[in-house]
């Protein structure tokens, strides 16, 4: 179920999906950047414009990837994991608590 690990599609992919899933969430578009943190898939840092993702993801299902970065995006609107939170990421992605649970099934870094 695992793939090759390929940065440059993985890059190319998150850039694609964010420009598409930004102007739903009515956020600017942020820099993608990829790190290699030990202990998180993907984290944002909204003062400077920023979602950073693990390369490793690049091994994962494109599903699971677009669950980690529409959850970093919506953290751009809702800093917090609130109902407004919640809400944003079920009302674009519906299905993302499926691509959660594979993801920490198949994966080892810790969860949000």
Partial sequence: MLRDRNDARLLWDAREWAESLCGSLRVPVPEIVLTGNARLWGSCAPAKGQVRLHADL??????????????????????????GFWDLMGGIMPDWAEWEGLLRCLGRKRGR
């Avoid at 690049?58 to 800093?79: A, F, T, W, Y």
Wanted: glycine share 4%; hydrophobic share 30%.
């Fill in 58 to 83: 690049s091994r994962m299902p494109d599903g699971v990837i677009r669950e980690v970065l529409l959850h970093e995006l919506c953290h751009l609107r809702e800093p917090e994991h609130n109902r």
